[in-house]
């Protein structure tokens, strides 16, 4: 790879990894030391969320406009100020103003890392992407880990923690991310003001086509995020220790690094465009949930996440590289930040569906209503393109084809 691509990818893992000290702690921190209900602090976190889809968008924006570099040391800077003030003023209502800044200030920086990881290698495709996605991986997998060692001395050093973690992740995009030539003069396109730009998203064949590949991105990320709340609270009620479920996320991240190799196999021999590796995807998360839905003892469900793992390996880092290729010259920052801004909405929304689902009908049919709403995903990932097939030549076109 690149020494720019190194570099960002080092950057994701800094970056993740302090995001990573705060998010498994949360629920724990707001219930057990500020005393708020369950549902509050459910709340509380979707209100973090929800920073985050409005810093995916407008970090993204701000790529295209101002550039990589300078989105990015906004975003830190934003969320080294939110994570130093928690650090010595964390009662409720701090807690929460705060909460939401550091959602935000992260949201900003993510989609104006995909973009320069993906215009600092264009000839890279899916390998660009898929790097940064190793490197998130690699980030939560530090974070969760290091996060539980300071919270076993004092929880409240998390905080202190988070920030001095933001502050490497700033030094290295000063003095690291400056030379990128991701960061070169954005396009003339970028500099019309917001509603015409408004207007033109809206109205792009590829910004359409973009929109439909992703209802079923949301989809997946709804059907995943079930593992990290209801499945929790199922494997509990299967007599499952809480030890015993944090090993599936240890096994997740393993599989992640160590596996890239044999997914690259079968992406070069087999699953040669992007369709077909989400295709492949989709077939292997509706495999893992049929096998969650017949699960009643601890090595199913670790079937059942190994089999996950090797389906995301083939989706995640597939849908990036679509935005770019549909992305018009300029709008690379834009489009990442709406591709992660639907991850975020689905992380946000997938626990409060499935919850609904789950009290009313049970576990099971959760996993039955999910299988049957990746049938959507399928029709999503082969109808999204065929609206390119016939624009004008008025319209952005794509850079690359589609199916590369």
């Excluded at 300029?330 to 946000?348: D, E, L």
């Amino acid at each position: 790879m690149p020494k720019a691509i190194w570099l960002l990818v080092i950057g994701m893992v800094i970056n993740v990894t302090g995001a990573s000290f705060i998010w498994p702690l949360n629920t724990i921190y707001l219930h057990q030391e500020l005393g708020q209900p369950l549902s509050v602090a459910g709340f509380v976190l979707m209100m973090n969320a929800g920073a985050g889809v409005i810093g995916n968008l407008i970090g993204g924006t701000l790529f295209d406009r101002i550039g990589g570099y300078k989105t990015v040391i906004y975003g830190i800077a934003i969320t080294i100020i939110s994570a130093f003030i928690l650090a010595y003023n964390h009662t409720f209502m701090w807690y929460v103003a705060l909460l939401v800044g550091i959602g935000f200030g992260a949201g900003m920086t993510f989609p104006a890392l995909y973009a320069m990881a993906g215009t600092a290698w264009p000839e890279g495709g899916r390998k660009a992407f898929n790097a940064m996605y190793v490197a998130q991986n690699v980030g939560v997998a530090l974070g969760t880990a290091l996060a539980g060692v300071v919270a076993s001395i004092k929880i409240d050093y998390i905080f202190i923690s988070n920030g001095i973690v933001y502050c490497l992740f700033l030094f290295l995009a000063i003095f690291g991310f400056r030379q990128i030539e991701a960061n070169r003069t954005v396009s003339h396109a970028t500099t019309s003001n917001v509603f015409e730009q408004k207007k033109h998203f809206s109205f792009s064949r590829p910004f359409i086509a973009l929109l439909i590949v992703l209802s079923g991105y949301f989809i997946c990320w709804l059907a995943y995020v079930q593992w990290q709340s209801n499945i929790s609270v199922y494997t509990q009620q299967l007599g499952i220790s809480l030890k015993q479920y944090s090993i599936l996320w240890t096994i997740n991240g393993a599989m992640i690094v160590l596996f890239q190799p044999v997914i690259a196999f079968f992406v070069r021999r087999w699953v040669h465009t992007l369709k077909a590796q989400i295709y492949t995807g989709l077939v292997i998360f509706i495999i893992s949930f049929f096998v969650l839905s017949q699960a009643q003892v601890f090595t199913m469900f670790i079937a059942a996440m190994i089999i996950l793992t090797i389906g995301e390996m083939f989706i995640w880092p597939a849908i990036p590289t679509i935005a770019h290729k549909l992305a018009p010259e300029g709008k690379a920052g834009f489009y990442q930040g709406v591709v992660n801004s639907v991850a975020t909405g689905g992380r946000m929304m997938g626990p409060f569906i499935g919850g609904l689902i789950a009290e009313a009908f049970g576990m099971v049919i959760l996993f039955y209503a999910i299988m049957g709403l990746f049938c959507f995903a399928f029709i999503s990932t082969a109808v999204y393109d065929r609206i390119l097939k016939e624009k004008t030549a008025a319209e952005p076109t794509a850079k690359h084809s589609i199916q590369s």
